[in-house]
T-cell receptor, first 110, second 113 residues
Framework: KAGVTQTPRYLIKTRGQQVTLSCSPI?????VSWYQQTPGQGLQFLFE???????NKGNFPGRFSGRQFSNSRSEMNVSTLELGDSALYLC?????????FGPGTRLLVL | KQEVTQIPAALSVPEGENLVLNCSFT??????LQWFRQDPGKGLTSLLL???SQREQTSGRLNASLDKSSGRSTLYIAASQPGDSATYLC????????????WGAGTKLIIKP
């Protein structure tokens, strides 16, 4: 089976712009979670989707949003980008209590 | 509120040594605990998953233990190799979550040839 894929792998944006990141889970997985990883804060949970519904949400501002499609692919959107949004964004798909992570999208906000 | 701590933050050992990485958590109400490996600039690779009812899991040269009552887990790496150099993270899944994981800050491991 193919693993979790994330696109794009690298992204450079400027403050105030918006960005959309994409995640394709492992075939058959219905849960997709998103995490932000920064040197200062480590890994932090953003949100989790299951069967197109947001099931869990971390403590991030409303600028961070996501959605999941009927084929379980998920997108994450960040509006009005700030310098502090520069991070590695990781997506994971899950089944039976185990999560499998994609390679991440590295976002740099200038 | 669940908190996960990993000590030490960094560790450098000569090749061939056996070593132990530590992970502690404040709330024993967990579903499972996972150890991950992260290479620089890369995603996460799951190494071992221990369910709350289990005491340990083994995979090759890796052995992870779980003592839920004391809120501790250890990752034992036998006969370390330079290729083991990476950051090792532990994460717990609280009982009241679905797939949300609470993460430690990681231990950066360097194996010197």
């Amino acid at each position: 089976k193919a693993g979790v894929t994330q696109t794009p792998r690298y992204l450079i944006k400027t403050r105030g712009q918006q960005v959309t990141l994409s995640c394709s889970p492992i075939s058959g997985h219905r849960s997709v979670s998103w995490y932000q990883q920064t040197p200062g804060q480590g890994l932090q949970f953003l949100f989790e989707y299951f069967s197109e519904t947001q099931r869990n949400k971390g403590n991030f501002p409303g600028r961070f949003s996501g959605r999941q499609f009927s084929n379980s692919r998920s997108e994450m959107n960040v509006s009005t980008l700030e310098l502090g949004d520069s991070a590695l964004y990781l997506c994971a798909s899950g089944t039976q209590g185990t999560q499998y992570f994609g390679p991440g999208t590295r976002l740099l906000v200038l | 509120k669940q908190e996960v701590t990993q000590i030490p933050a960094a560790l450098s050992v000569p090749e061939g040594e056996n070593l132990v990485l530590n992970c502690s958590f404040t709330d024993s109400a967990i579903y499972n605990l996972q150890w991950f490996r992260q290479d620089p600039g890369k995603g996460l690779t799951s190494l071992l998953l221990i369910q709350s009812s289990q005491r340990e899991q083994t995979s090759g040269r890796l052995n992870a233990s779980l003592d839920k009552s004391s809120g501790r887990s250890t990752l034992y790496i036998a006969a370390s190799q330079p290729g083991d150099s990476a950051t090792y993270l532990c994460a717990v899944r609280p009982l009241d979550s679905n797939y949300q994981l609470i993460w430690g800050a990681g231990t950066k491991l360097i194996i010197k040839p």
